[in-house]
């Protein structure tokens, strides 16, 4: 699985949109200085997606968010791939015996094929949006979240890049 954090604010995100001649598209704009987080791992292999929504991103809650992972797949043995944020490599991080932490290399987002997922919820959810509150967006990205868990094929069609899965397939033969 590949792991990942994303923010996600009460800031619109206005981009063209289409409207019948002669309407012409009205959105609002908001900027405001509130932020929930999103903590997801995916499997490249069969796009199943585990996120978790949380209010800080600190070693606490990535503590909560691998033993949630490790309890929701309690019969598979997980490599997870991560970053290197400081609360990453904090001593007081503790992987659940089920999970095998394996750190990218360091300004490399780009290898991380979770990275696209963000972009596909902020592309198909949440552009030309605008939350009356903190609690709006949470309900919003959880409904988002439930929609992208459930469907598989299209995850696996952003992460299941061919050099992470002939990788897999070469550790799995040796």
């Known amino acids: 699985m590949f792991q990942d954090e994303a923010r996600f604010g009460r800031i619109s995100d206005v981009r063209r949109c289409w409207a019948p001649k002669p309407v012409r598209p009205l959105c609002q704009g908001m900027l405001t200085h509130e932020y929930t987080y999103v903590f997801g791992a995916v499997d490249v292999y069969t796009g199943e997606l585990d996120s978790l929504i949380l209010p800080y991103v600190n070693t606490e809650c990535m503590q909560l968010f691998l033993d949630e992972v490790a309890a929701r797949h309690p019969d598979e043995k997980i490599v997870m791939v991560i970053d290197g944020a400081g609360w990453h490599r904090s001593d007081a991080l503790k ?10 290399p360091p300004y490399a987002p780009e290898l991380n094929p979770i990275e696209h997922v963000w972009d596909e919820l902020r592309e198909k959810f949440f552009h030309n949006r605008v939350f009356k509150s903190l609690n ?34 070469i550790a799995l033969m040796n």
Request: glycine share 0%; hydrophobic share 50%; proline share 5%.
């Open 95 to 104: 992987a659940p015996p089920n999970i095998y932490l394996l750190t990218l």
């Open 136 to 169: 709006a967006l949470e309900d919003h990205l959880s409904e988002a979240l439930k929609v992208c868990e459930q469907d598989h094929t299209t995850i696996a069609s952003i992460v299941s890049w061919s050099w992470i899965i002939t990788a897999f397939l």
